[in-house]
């Protein structure tokens, strides 16, 4: 063995089946699956996929949505294949133990031996007489209307079917169904990003919780749960005992890939005579996925079957094949033909962006369904797999009598999916592609638990055995939270690139020009403020010596200059580059160019000493916010100059609008425009006179102000309390 080269570790736990040469084709078991699975009701098509098998890493995503239209046919096309690619999975996968390799269905019937200890921490918070359904959402915690009106905004855009926003919309006003206190969950992955285990235990759920041995997962989720009215129990190494919380933490968890019947066995024993609710949310990437999917299968199965009433829980892709609604494939094709015409250049300078039309699917009884396929083939065909046998699991277990939440979860910025630059960009421009969104985990995890909530509580859900649905494979159509991905005019899959294009147009350099102009500004205010700075330290600060010498000669050209460039900031708002809104911006930019235009017009204007006052106000709030924002645009904040930037204002702004009011009547008294003889003639001031005429109009400017600054500063009171006082800061871009 070469020298620094790790000798590998012999295959453990669940595993890819190995050929005549040793080697475990991830790629040869998925296509074979697919095979197996509708080789009883298409042949043909089967036929198909083998003879495509060597291929199958391009050509997997055609025979996924051939899948879906098949099980679309009929009720029993649909569980036929789902039981068929189910048994062929549990019979080829392995598992292996002590070198011995052997069916996964085999060892989850050999190995009976318990080989856990139980743990269980009860929350030491009290459970509320009234439970509220609260949404994280773009810094804000929706709840009440403040949700409704974000799920109704939702619907109107078609980020979530309708169905969904009914679902949601019960689950807000129903607050006796979010006491959990009566329900035992099984999770799966408990730390999982996109998991609920935080919402179920505030809201009193009982948690058995599976995850690997590793300390700071257990730290954290004992953690969590002593500071909810809910409860969690885990499986130990050793007995609890007198075990502090941080030994606790050292002997608890388990591995789901190599200790698969043992799981399933302890799972058996916790919690006896009571409903479990099993949720499979554990990720891992590539071919782990599917080991990982096939030992939460084997034990969700063996539940399934041996506890009474057990339901089950699963969290969709929207990055899939569905069948989806008549209203969402019409929306699609209108959303095409609506698209901005930018859209259309990309499409035809070849990034691939394609039109999304949903595909028919006649059945057996003469219903026609539309199925979506939304599939990204980058994602690769084993995350397809892991996915689809869940759904297998999903509607063979609901036909057999037991209540399945499964529902489609939008598109999520989790470390798993966003340490993937590619994806990180594609996400971060799909925006620009109306109605996608892509959503914050804690955003995800919440609308998730919600659509949970429903599926257990209302007897009228699709997840419940008793609602008719025409087609099993219908249970993943209704409350679909698919983040537009059904509704967008473009396929799902051809977005990517565009999506990358525009994030590098909009986020990459854009930001890198915001950056550099907001530098420009800061700069450029700065050394307005030392040109003042200058005059007054030349005139050792004495204010009779300062009214005397006017400083408009040395900062004219500066002043104007990066006063008038602020226009810019008006144009950034127009593009969308801010979040600013262009009509408040033109407002605050243009009082001040028509007052710096007044000055340069009047002479007499210019030797006002009010002007320092401007300067200094002007200067310092300038310097102060667009360093401010500079340093935002790269991520970073100084707690110093957030403090400055949200205080300062206290001082400055009043120090402005006083000295602006002391230049206006110098301006307005000694503009050139009253020797004009049609000015002079006007009706306006023949029959007020010059000097009456004078001082309507610095009145009446005068008066612009009496509103506009008490609103102001009270805005920017709001801001502060809310930025300073403990409130969540916004991640807008300004400027």
Known sequence: MAK??????????????????????????????????????????????????????????????????????????????????????????????????????????????????????????????????????????????????????????????VSCGHALNEVARSSEWLDLSGLHFVMLGASSAMGPFEFLVSHGANVIAVDIDRPHIWKKLISITKSSPGSITFPLKKPQGSQTEAELAENAGCNLLTQTPEIRNWLMTVHKGKQLVIGSYAYLDGALFVKLSMAMDAIAKDLVESRKNTALAYLCTPTDCHIGTPAASAVASRNNRSAPAWQSVLALLGTGLRRNGFRKAQSDDGSVYHCVDAIVPEQGPNYILAKRLQHWRAIVTRDRGNVVSSNIAPATRTLSVVHNLSFKMAYGGMKHFRPLEVFDQETSSAVMAGLLVWDLKCTNSAANPNTELGNPLCLFTETSFHGGAWRCGHKYSTVGTSAVLMYILTEVLVTAYLFLYNMLQFFGWGYVAYIALSLCKAANFDLGALASQSPWGAVALPLRFFQDLAFMEVVHSLLRMTSSHWMTVLIQVLSRVLLVEGIVMTPEAQANPFIYGLLFAWGITEIVRYSFYGLKLLGREIPLLTWLRYSLFLVLYPLGVASELGCVRSVVYNLPYWSNDQVASSAFVKTLGVANAKLAVTVLYYFVYVPFFPMLFGHMLAQRKKILGGGRKGKNKSV
């Open 4 to 161: 620094g080269k790790r000798e590998a570790r012999p295959p453990e736990g669940v595993e890819f089946p190995a050929d005549d040469t040793g080697r475990r084709s991830t790629l040869s078991l998925n296509s074979a699956a697919f095979q197996a699975s509708v080789a009883k009701v298409d042949s043909g098509m089967a036929s198909q996929i083998g003879q495509d098998a060597p291929k199958w890493r391009k050509k997997y995503s055609k025979y996924v949505v051939e899948n879906v239209k098949l099980s679309s046919r009929s009720p029993d096309n649909a569980l036929a294949i789902a039981n068929a690619g189910l048994d062929y999975l549990h019979d080829n996968m392995v598992f292996i133990r002590n070198e011995r390799s052997m069916p996964l269905r085999m060892a989850m019937h050999e190995f009976k031996s318990d080989s856990f200890a139980t743990g269980t921490i009860k929350g030491g918070a009290r459970l509320p007489k009234t439970h509220n359904y609260e949404v994280p959402y773009k810094n804000k915690m929706l709840s009440g209307d403040d949700l409704l009106v974000q799920i109704d905004r939702w619907v109107h855009q078609g980020v979530i079917e």
